[in-house]
C-alpha cells in the first residue's frame, strides 16, 4: 500500500492500523450456540481476546488465577465496585461474578478486540459504561423446539433445569431489539461466518480510526497542491 506522499502526514496503513479497538458482545438463550461460535471466534481471530472475568467464587483445582478467572475475596470484590472499576457484575448463586474496567480499556486503547460472552443484564451495564465501544450481537436457535432439543442432547440437565432455561429465555428474547445485531443459527457455520463479517466490518467504522481524518486531510492538501502547480 503506499506510504504518504507530499505533504500527507499519515499513511493509509497507519489510519487502518492505529483504530480503537471494540467489545464484542454475544448473548442468547441457553441452546443457542453462542459459546461455540465465541470459541471459533477466538481460534481464528488472532486480534480478539476472551474478557477475563473477577470472581469470588472459590478457585477449582483445574482453573489458573488471571487465565480462566481473577479470582478476588469479597473485600477485594466490594472494593473494586465502589470505586468504579468494575465495568458490569452480578451475583450468581451467592457469589460475585464481574468484567474489570482497567484491562478492557488498555485493550481497546491498544488497538485490540474483547469479547464477551455474557447475559443480557450484562449486556445493558456495558451499554451504560461505554455504549459506542460496544457491538452487541443477539444469537437466536432457529426454533424453540430445536434450542430444547438442543438442551437434551447435552444430557447435562435435567427436565426440570431445562424448564427453567426456557423459562429465562422467554424474558431474554423480549429484548433481542436492544442489541446491535441479531443472528440466527440455523446453520452453525453460517451463523459463525456472520458473526464474523459483522466483527470486520465494525472494525472499520471511521470513528474507531482517529487516523483516518488526518489522512484525508492530507490528501485534500496534496490535491489543492497538484492543483496550484498545475495553474501555476
Given amino acids: 500500500m503506499p506510504e504518504a506522499s507530499l505533504g500527507t502526514s499519515v499513511s493509509a496503513d497507519q489510519a487502518e492500523q492505529q483504530r480503537r479497538g471494540l467489545m464484542l458482545v454475544l448473548s442468547s438463550p441457553s441452546g443457542a450456540g453462542k459459546s461455540t461460535i465465541a470459541r471459533m471466534l477466538l481460534q481464528n481471530e488472532s486480534n480478539l481476546a476472551l474478557s477475563i472475568s473477577v470472581t469470588t467464587r472459590e478457585r477449582r483445582s483445574s482453573e489458573v488465577d488471571g487465565v480462566d478467572y481473577h479470582f478476588v475475596d469479597s473485600d477485594r470484590f466490594a472494593h473494586m465496585r465502589d470505586n468504579g472499576q468494575l465495568l458490569e457484575w452480578a451475583e450468581v448463586h451467592g457469589n460475585y461474578y464481574a468484567t474489570p474496567r482497567g484491562p478492557v480499556e488498555n485493550a481497546i486503547e491498544s488497538g485490540r478486540d474483547i469479547l464477551f460472552d455474557i447475559d443480557i443484564q450484562g449486556t445493558f451495564q456495558l451499554y451504560e459504561k461505554m455504549r459506542s465501544d460496544v457491538v452487541s450481537v443477539f444469537i437466536l436457535p432457529p426454533s424453540i423446539a430445536e434450542m430444547k432439543a438442543r438442551l437434551k442432547g447435552r444430557a447435562e440437565d435435567d427436565d426440570a433445569v431445562i424448564a427453567k432455561r426456557m ?38 467504522k471511521q470513528f474507531r480510526s482517529p487516523k483516518i481524518g488526518p489522512l484525508i486531510q492530507g490528501m485534500v492538501n496534496d490535491l489543492e497542491s497538484e492543483i496550484s502547480a498545475t495553474q501555476s
Avoid at 178 to 187: A, G, L, P, Q, R
Fill in 167 to 204: 423459562k429465562t429465555a422467554v424474558g431474554e428474547m423480549r429484548h433481542w431489539s436492544e442489541y446491535d445485531y441479531v443472528v440466527v443459527n440455523d446453520d452453525l457455520q453460517r451463523a459463525y461466518d456472520n458473526v464474523r463479517a459483522i466483527l470486520k466490518a465494525e472494525r472499520l
